[in-house]
């Protein structure tokens, strides 16, 4: 594709809408974070498992996926079950996992937020819930922070792993867990579990390699990468597809990270 100082909507549609269907496929999978939930069929367990390698999808995707994969042995790969019926003395096994700063005091408390949770809950989705109306999961993503953070005395160095738009974060990966969550197109990739929060209301995570392909493409203009710059970029996507806005993040994705826009 040309890229011009105004790219011409239609030729842009086309591009992104051959370049998500191109990457949105089982074959993205092998070697993406959302091959971590993707071993699981029971739905807690793909929440579960989704939520972790979400939050621990920072650097190199094959450290990501293998630090993932040994969080959940030391679980006996049956997260719920473990989250719900685990006694003290199995928590001792996390103490010394570490990815990139995620320490044993943040996993020891995602497994006591989880625990708390899914004693009372049978779905995260329910953590999530977004106002009727909202354009956006703005607010469903700061209701989660504040549930999350609700247990006393949890530990302040794990709220730097669980961003909000309050504090003006891109959100880039808790977007990514929603998107995988909530999107349902058949296509082998994302899951579609949740059916309260619509895909139209989805934000797309802006990560470094989208923020650049979509700045070359000029949908984002705003000069600083933060909340807002994930909106502008959302709501330059859902003038191409109102209902799906964020099919687009494979297309943005791939071609930063496979295609090295």
């Known amino acids: 594709m040309k890229l011009s100082k105004k790219p011409d909507p239609a030729e842009l549609k086309q591009f992104l809408d051959e370049k998500a269907d191109q990457f949105n496929r089982p074959a993205f999978i092998e070697n993406d974070p959302v091959s971590v939930p993707r071993s699981f069929s029971k739905k807690q367990d793909i929440e579960i498992s989704g939520l972790f390698a979400a939050v621990l999808a920072w650097g190199q995707r094959k450290t990501i996926i293998r630090k993932c994969r040994e969080l959940l042995e030391r679980m006996d790969n049956d997260p719920h079950t473990f989250i719900l019926h685990h006694k003290t003395r199995d928590l001792k096994a996390f103490s010394d996992f570490k990815h990139r700063t995620f320490n044993g005091t943040d996993t020891l408390y995602f497994i006591e937020f989880l625990k708390h949770y899914y004693q009372q809950h049978a779905s995260l989705e329910d953590a999530f819930i977004v106002p009727p109306g909202d354009t956006t999961v703005e ?17 302040h160095r794990t709220k730097k792993h669980l961003p909000t738009p309050e504090r003006k974060s891109t959100c880039k990966r808790i977007n990514m867990y929603l998107r995988w969550m909530v999107r349902a197109d058949n296509r082998g990739v994302d899951f579609g579990l949740w059916k309260k929060i619509s895909m139209a209301q989805l934000v797309c995570p802006c990560d470094l390699h989208v923020d650049r392909v979509a700045r070359r493409l000029k949908m984002i203009r705003r000069k600083q990468t933060d909340w807002q710059t994930a909106l502008e970029l959302t709501a330059n996507l859902r003038k191409l597809d109102p209902a799906d806005p964020v099919k687009y993040d494979f297309a943005l994705f791939g071609l930063g990270i496979e295609e090295g826009w």
């Open 139 to 155: 607010q469903g993503l700061i209701s989660f922070h504040h549930t999350f953070f609700s247990i006393e005395d949890h530990p």
